[in-house]
T-cell receptor, first 113, second 113 residues
């Protein structure tokens, strides 16, 4: 049972570099999400995709872009990384738009120096 | 806007009961969730409760819901060292991003032998 798989697990970037976090789910879920987790801030939604072909901004979208490549995959891109984007990133998915359980990936630890 | 509040820390002795409390603001939430996050891992769904229920029990876990006070609690009986983790309370957010869960900042449970 793979569930939600995200890569890479760890990454160190220099300020200004770009990178893409990959996420895939094998549960045939319609909705997918990207969160960031910071100490004392809890989980904050960056972007979400309610269904294939749609994406919407969450609470903290600035500095990020996303692509819902197909139903399985939802990637998060940092075009020009900043130290403020040092965080743990979680991809998640759920079966329906609202009220259904959200399942999380294992997280990606990103450090921007 | 919607908000979920929970205390940041709880320390108990092995074998005691742990009670983690949470307050939420959206009275229309139909589902309320408890997630567990162990160090270096993603969030794992622990349990959830429908809003038309007052209590749900699952082995050592008991969830109590007081809709009038918008108060949710998670009781862990016979707490073990393996229960040490961060516990997140979450409610479904209908007013903003579809399908988004609003998370509390998490309660770090420390279990002392």
């Amino acid at each position: 049972n793979a569930g939600v798989t995200q890569t890479p697990k760890f990454q160190v970037l220099k300020t200004g570099q770009s990178m893409t976090l990959q996420c895939a789910q094998d549960m045939n879920h319609n909705s997918m999400y990207w969160y960031r987790q910071d100490p004392g801030m809890g989980l904050r939604l960056i972007y979400y995709s309610a269904s294939e072909g749609t994406t919407d901004k969450g609470e903290v979208p600035n500095g990020y872009n996303v692509s819902r490549l197909n139903k399985r995959e939802f990637s998060l891109r940092l075009e020009s990384a900043a130290p403020s984007q040092t965080s743990v990133y979680f991809c998640a998915s759920s079966a329906q738009n609202s009220g259904n359980t959200i399942y999380f990936g294992e997280g990606s630890w990103l450090t921007v120096v | 806007g919607e908000d979920v509040e929970q205390s940041l820390f709880l320390s108990v002795r092995e074998g005691d009961s742990s009670v983690i409390n949470c307050t939420y603001t959206d009275s229309s939430s139909t589902y309320l969730y408890w997630y567990k996050q162990e160090p270096g891992a993603g969030l794992q769904l622990l349990t959830y409760i429908f809003s038309n229920m007052d209590m749900k029990q699952d082995q050592r876990l008991t969830v109590l819901l007081n809709k009038k006070d918008k108060h949710l609690s998670l009781r862990i009986a016979d707490t073990q060292t393996g229960d040490s983790a961060i516990y997140f309370c979450a409610e479904v957010n209908y007013g903003g991003s579809q399908g988004n869960l609003i998370f509390g900042k998490g309660t770090k449970l420390s279990v002392k032998p």
